[in-house]
DNA sequence: CGTCGCTAACGTGTTAACAATATGGTCCCT
DNA sequence: AGGGACCATATTGTTAACACGTTAGCGACG
């Protein structure tokens, strides 16, 4: 994406906190000024983690005060946020995170059913030892996880798998675009679940997918995947809430990870 | 709250435009400074033009110039082209207009047969006699405009052409990923396109790919959508060069459209 | 003669002050 | 008592100055 990474860390990020307020910048750690990337990851983290529901106002100082940088810097990490459709940033108005509505939901599902079916295919039908191995061990890995009782990690696992996926298939193009629709849908699936039951990837259908592809059996795969992103779409339902969860400050430095 | 806002829209456009220099401003118009929009379309418009090559440095301060506005503007203009892969921006470097590689053009038109062949798919199924009506003219358009030598008007058409059919798919999602998808596709067959002649979508091609779609042939329009596709692929090479041209100053001046 | 190091100009990245706008409370009028 | 307009505040948007890094030209040295 991006290509935005060394900068100013040493000198010029020391003196970036002292002025941005010792205090806040103090709470999420000593004295180290987040990368845009790392802001971005982590409100990205925050959504996965429903510490961010949609609706939630995301207002520019209030970020830059938790995350101890410049207003700039929230800025252009809202404007990418806003080009993943992750939050909407109304003009004059505080930005939200995003409420995707039934439709946007429902054309977010049919769109990785074609993307991720056309992905399974290139994987099935060019698939090395290698690959078939690495996936076998995400599935494997992801389903410990889930049984230790560890579901954010889990969860986090299960969007790696259909990472790794795209990265087998060998078009960045592609890869990149499922990349966006994977980023999106932990939102929809937290705008729309249909009851308390945290929604996931079920892990069997993962190792269904894997080992038709270890067969080479690109048909079964692609139906394998359908059906597994069918599914997950049906633990949907149509009941539209917004919750307001303020004090970013503390919402982020908590989860020092 | 009705009251205190009838005022602001005039004063700050004028105010900005006097500030910005009225000597550049003066260059590419009266007093209207250009919106963030504007000057996206413009600069997307001129690579399809073939006025801006790849590798073509787009500076901010002379763009800023160029448009009469603020050195802002266009780092946001920038950053949305950059998020559409149309240009590139190195850090502490000038951005430049993107040099697709071999392999992006590659993976750029395997994406578009998956994508465009869902969205031919679905339309074929519903196709609504308007739609299909709608579909025609516009490839009558095209052809007209092709035959009267209009290149640059039909290579627009053509783009809208495909954009039409993404967006009577009635998908959002996948639509706003084609429009991407088609954005990037300018600047990569200007990159490889083997000879100087013009590759531009076939209309014969699209009028096919229409009447498919007239018959309710999902399979046919699919059929005829990849090969499109691919036909336009075939006219590409491997040879990639670039040129510089700068002034944007005057470039963006004289095309007052 | 080629190459390395230095210096000055150029261009991007960052910052803080300023301007404009929405929001929420309060007061007045009906 | 209820509703609407006004004022104060909070928040976003804009602007210009400054700091940093890069690039290119030039001179010295091997």
Redesign the pocket.
């Known amino acids: 994406m991006s290509v ?1 990474k ?3 860390n ?3 990020g020391s ?2 906190v002292s ?2 307020s010792g205090a806040a910048a103090a709470r999420h750690g000593p004295a180290n ?1 987040p990368s ?1 990337d790392e802001i971005f990851a982590r409100i990205y983290e925050a959504v996965l983690d429903h510490r961010l529901q949609p609706g939630t ?6 970020l830059a005060d938790a995350f101890g ?5 929230v ?2 990490v ?1 404007a990418r946020l806003s080009y993943n459709r992750l939050v909407a ?7 939200v995170v995003a409420s995707p509505t039934i439709d946007e939901s429902r054309d977010l599902f049919a769109a990785r059913r074609v993307v991720e079916a056309a992905i399974v295919e290139c994987v099935a039908r060019a698939a090395s030892r290698e690959g078939v191995k690495a996936l076998r061990a995400h599935a494997r890995q992801e389903q410990d996880a889930y049984a230790r009782g560890e579901t954010r990690r889990g969860l986090k696992l299960s969007l790696a798998f259909h990472r790794e996926l795209a990265r087998l298939a060998g078009n960045g193009v592609l890869a990149e675009f499922l990349d966006q629709l994977i980023a999106r849908t932990p939102l929809v699936v937290l705008a729309h679940k249909s009851t308390s039951g945290d929604s996931a990837c079920s892990d069997d259908e993962h190792a269904g997918i894997v080992e038709a592809i270890a067969r080479g059996d690109a048909h079964a795969a692609m139906t394998a995947m359908t059906a597994h992103l069918t599914s997950l779409e049906g633990q949907l339902d149509l009941t539209g809430k917004t919750r307001a969860a303020p004090d970013l400050a503390a919402m982020f430095a908590v989860s020092e990870v």
Chains 1, 2 share one sequence.
Not at 57 to 62: G, T
Not at 69 to 73: E, G, S
Not at 89 to 95: G, H, Y
């Open positions: 935005r060394s900068k100013a040493g000198a010029a003196a970036r002025r941005a000024a845009e106002k995301l207002k520019e100082v209030a940088v410049n207003r700039a810097v800025r252009k809202l940033l109304r003009p004059n108005r505080a930005a």
